[in-house]
């Protein structure tokens, strides 16, 4: 099971634990414990999701957030 865990991961990273529970025909709570305990073990890191998307006329390619700023903006 963990081996599918990992190729479907390597190949779709961004899946939720539904989606990849059913790519790898294991129930959804399965699936996040295997995800969790292979993350704790090492052999999965972290899963990086920017909090924005690229907006038009940004210079860098994800936005900066600002302390104290509810907004995300454009440097």
Known sequence: MDQRIIR???KRGNLS???LAETVGSS???CWRRVKALE???VLGPTV?????ERPGCILP??????GSRHARCV
């Open 17 to 19: 634990s539904q989606e």
């Open 40 to 42: 704790k073990a090492g």
């Open 49 to 53: 999701r920017p909090k924005t998307r």
């Open 62 to 67: 994800n936005p900066i957030e600002r302390p």
């Open 8 to 10: 479907t991961l390597q």
């Open 28 to 30: 959804a709570a399965s």
